[in-house]
């Protein structure tokens, strides 16, 4: 498997301090369909992006709700990115791994300290 479960409260405070790495986070519950139908496309994303500055994980709200809680998920299945302690986006909703891997480069470009113009044009970015 190349995404890691989170199982504990170190894990989630190891994720959220101030320099903290690049990761996505499946919120997800085993009686959740949805949750069910986007596992292999999770799965998948994280095995594309395996050699790149980014780790996945997975967050089984049902066996681990006190972890859950302190992201105020409503919504199964969820995806966040996070990145330094913050969270930089929020995905409510089953993704594709084509979705889920183009969250993960959008966050490795940010991560890495690219700006908008080149994570959307690529190249130097500057004026003809």
Aim: aromatic share 8%.
């Amino acid at each position: 498997m190349y995404a890691k479960d989170i199982t504990t409260r170190e894990e989630i405070t190891e994720l959220m301090q101030p320099g903290g790495p690049a990761a996505i986070i499946d919120f997800w519950a085993a009686w959740c369909g949805p949750c069910r139908a986007m596992a292999p496309h999770f799965e998948e994303a994280a095995r594309q992006m395996e050699e790149e500055d980014v780790t996945f994980y997975k967050l089984d709200t049902q066996k681990h709700p006190e972890l859950a809680k302190a992201f105020n998920v409503r919504s199964l299945p969820t995806v966040m990115a996070i990145h330094d302690g913050q969270i930089q986006d929020v995905f409510i909703g089953a993704r594709d791994a084509h979705s889920l891997t183009q969250i993960a480069k959008t966050l490795v470009s940010r991560a890495s300290g690219e700006g908008f113009l080149k994570r959307i044009f690529g190249g130097n970015n500057k004026a003809s």
